[in-house]
T-cell receptor, first 116, second 112 residues
Framework: GAVVSQHPSRVICKSGTSVKIECRSLDFQATTMFWYRQFPKQSLMLMATSNEGSKATYEQGVEKDKFLINHASLTLSTLTVTSAHPEDSSFYICSASSAGERYGYTFGSGTRLTVV | DAKTTQPTSMDCAEGRAANLPCNHS???????VYWYRQIHSQGPQYIIH???NNETNEMASLIITEDRKSSTLILPHATLRDTAVYYCIVRPISSNTGKLIFGQGTTLQVKP
């Protein structure tokens, strides 16, 4: 089946620094990828839709200058959390649409970000 | 906003069938029902999806009511590894690029 690889699985960074998270579709091309954020004991919240070769579409309330998304190829999207603060600590998850209707969307394994 | 409602939590005895309900009373004719689950600290995992007919795969069965306003996910022989949050989501047929909006899901606890 379709596989989405997300890296790193966990990262700790200092407040004020930037962190990049990668999301790769390993065996299919993904023209569209999605980025979610999940706080403890809460559901996934969609942050943005990443389209290959064009600007990402952000959900209401998500700061596009803080969460930079780049989708430069059909197999790679990156999310950069800029000037991270402790309140950005969360579980970030990407997903990509796979070929055909069989699987719908495939999700990465997530990145646990801790800002100290 | 999510277009589905699910019970917050359910318990199931190991080895028994787990039946997880989902209400999607505003579903339109061109929307699938998808089920995903999320085991703690992992990304969601696809389980099954359907349009109007009942579906079965190696993981589960999906029963959709005739009016399509609700569905039930059935795990026929629940194991401890099935403990997870189960999400029921509706998605348009026509788009492989449409957003997936998650509700709160049902936390299923499988007990020995």
């Amino acid at each position: 089946g379709a596989v989405v690889s997300q890296h790193p699985s966990r990262v700790i960074c200092k407040s004020g620094t930037s962190v990049k998270i990668e999301c790769r579709s390993l065996d299919f091309q993904a023209t569209t990828m999605f980025w979610y954020r999940q706080f403890p004991k809460q559901s996934l919240m969609l942050m943005a839709t990443s389209n290959e070769g064009s600007k990402a579409t952000y959900e209401q309330g998500v700061e596009k200058d803080k969460f930079l998304i780049n989708h430069a190829s059909l197999t790679l999207s990156t999310l950069t959390v800029t000037s991270a603060h402790p309140e950005d600590s969360s579980f970030y998850i990407c997903s990509a649409s796979s070929a055909g209707e069989r699987y719908g969307y495939t999700f990465g394994s997530g990145t646990r970000l801790t800002v100290v | 906003d999510a277009k589905t409602t699910q019970p917050t939590s359910m318990d199931c005895a190991e080895g028994r069938a787990a039946n997880l309900p989902c209400n999607h009373s505003t579903i339109s004719g061109n929307e699938y029902v998808y089920w995903y689950r999320q085991i703690h600290s992992q990304g969601p995992q696809y389980i099954i999806h359907g349009l109007k007919n009942n579906e079965t795969n190696e993981m589960a069965s999906l029963i959709i009511t005739e009016d399509r306003k609700s569905s039930t996910l059935i795990l026929p022989h629940a194991t401890l590894r099935d403990t997870a949050v189960y999400y029921c989501i509706v998605r348009p047929i026509s788009s492989n690029t449409g957003k997936l909006i998650f509700g709160q899901g049902t936390t299923l606890q499988v007990k020995p």
